[in-house]
Nanobody
Framework: QVQLVESGGGLVQAGGSLRLSCAAS????????MGWYRQTPGKQRELVAT???????NYADSVKGRFTISRDNAKNTVYLRMDSLKPEDTAVYYC?????????????WGQGTQVTISS
């Protein structure tokens, strides 16, 4: 099992930048595919970006070219660098960890961090 704690959210103006961090503990971090998701009131949680154990990345079309996901296995941490932020990026951002082993899939979530972009 893994515990996830996000940090780095806040209020920034449009065009600004933020870096979110997600610290993992309790398991072997390098075995997990990590991701960032976001959710706004009344909407489903949506994928922002993922990074595999081999550091292959995937991004939602809405954030391609603006956001960068990375991981530091030595620090058990995944990051989301967000540049050129837009008001529509406002959401609660959640860290996600997925472990697929021996035919089973286990998914874990952090508690979320609020990101607010002012226009």
């Amino acid at each position: 099992q893994v515990q996830l704690v996000e940090s780095g959210g806040g209020l920034v103006q449009a065009g600004g930048s933020l870096r979110l961090s997600c610290a993992a503990s309790g398991s072997i971090f390098s075995r997990y595919t990590m991701g960032w998701y976001r959710q706004t009131p009344g909407k489903q949680r949506e994928l922002v970006a993922t990074i595999t154990t081999g550091s292959n990345t995937n991004y939602a079309d809405s954030v391609k070219g603006r956001f960068t996901i990375s991981r530091d296995n030595a620090k058990n941490t995944v990051y989301l660098r967000m540049d050129s932020l837009k008001p529509e990026d406002t959401a609660v951002y959640y860290c996600n960890a997925v472990l697929s082993r021996f035919g089973s899939v286990n998914t874990y979530w952090g508690q979320g961090t609020q990101v607010t972009i002012s226009s």
